[in-house]
């Protein structure tokens, strides 16, 4: 692990994050939320909705990536998900700190790296056979609005991937056409393919902008799918 700029009695807090997107990262704590800068997030981008970071219960069965913060240093500590394997295996990720600086104007191209962020997360619970729920991040935040992706098979036997959101997202022009007078949300399923899942990744991102949240408003909570 990297050195930590802490001192002996320093406390580190569990801190959810949002996507770390164009240079950015909020940390949610039972102290409260702040947005930062992370000069060097090459590490925490490819560490993100992979499965190999520590997470805490979002509720049943459904869980949020966490790392440890120390607010007055800007450290924060990234644990792996699992144990230590035993002597001699190698370890897919290992603890590391990384340094936070307070909050700058985002990089550009924010809005191409929330949804490489999405892709990455989407491509994960596929893989996995888990499902993503896009929510406002927070340790108290509520469950609407969401934006919600899984693959399921149909009465057919038909595999499709299928992004649900609620409430229905405004001034969206992609969802519009799957929007219904009166429905609390929409949906839109296909059969599963390579195109399905880079579909599902401009619909889940596109679902955000309309809630008028921003990429570091929200959280990915990731569930576990019964057998």
Known sequence: MTDLPLDAGDTLLPAQLSP??????????????????LPH??????????????????????FRETALLHEESGTLVLTPRFPDRAAGEELSFQSSALQLEPAEEARPK?????????????RHVAAT???????????????????????????????????????????????????????????VSAPLSAEAIDGATFYLADAVAGFD???????????VREA
Do not use: K, M
């Not at 770390?20 to 800068?37: A, D, F, K, M, P």
């Not at 949240?213 to 569930?223: R, S």
């Open 20 to 37: 770390c997107v164009g240079g950015l990262v909020r940390t949610w704590t039972e102290q409260g939320t702040r947005l930062w800068s």
């Open 41 to 62: 997030d090459d590490v925490l981008v490819a560490a993100q909705s992979t499965g190999v970071l520590a997470r805490s219960v979002r509720g049943e069965q459904r």
């Open 110 to 122: 924010a809005r191409e790296d929330f949804a490489r962020a999405v892709n990455q997360a989407v």
């Open 129 to 187: 056979f888990e499902y993503l729920v896009i929510e406002v991040g927070g340790w108290d935040a509520p469950f609407e609005p969401y934006a919600f992706f899984a693959l399921h098979v149909d009465e057919n036997g038909r595999q499709l991937s299928t992004v649900e959101v609620a409430p229905a997202p405004r001034g969206s022009e992609l969802w519009q056409p799957h929007l219904r007078p009166g429905s609390p949300g929409a949906s």
């Open 213 to 223: 949240l921003l990429p570091w408003d929200v959280a990915f909570t990731f569930g």
